[in-house]
């Protein structure tokens, strides 16, 4: 099993930063994929990020493309989405979620992953 905790949502005005932050817990290595997913009221989840913790190779949605950063410190087993010239559209509950190299990066940039988070929300004003 796989526990993650993030945090760092909040408000902040159209144009400002954020950066979020999760803590992953559980037997090492049990996660091969690290990322983040979003869910707006009343819209369907959408895949934000992900990295493969090993190599550190990264994947955006191309809503977010050159906006967010996601990185991971490996040794305090964190994974990071920084957050950039952020819209009203960002607007969302965003989940720190993991999965094992069993699930296919396909799914995952899908947002179909294994463990999730509790979210945190992210709220950008206009």
């Not at 994929?33 to 955006?60: D, L």
């Not at 989405?81 to 969302?92: G, V």
Request: proline letters at 2%; charged letters at 15%.
């Amino acid at each position: 099993q796989v526990q993650l905790v993030e945090s760092g949502g909040g408000l902040v005005q159209a144009g400002g930063s954020l950066r979020l932050s999760c803590v992953a817990s559980g037997r090492a290595f049990s996660w091969y994929h690290m990322g983040w997913v979003r869910q707006a009221p009343g819209k369907e989840r959408e895949f934000v990020a992900t990295v493969i913790w090993i190599s550190g190779r990264t994947y955006y949605a191309d809503s977010v493309k050159g906006r967010f950063t996601i990185s991971r410190e490996n040794a305090k087993n964190t994974v990071y989405l920084q957050m950039n010239s952020l819209k009203p559209e960002d607007t969302a509950a965003y989940y720190c979620a993991a999965a094992t190299s069993s699930t296919a990066l396909s799914a995952v940039r899908r947002g179909d992953y294994d463990y999730w988070g509790q979210g945190t929300q992210v709220t950008v004003s206009s």
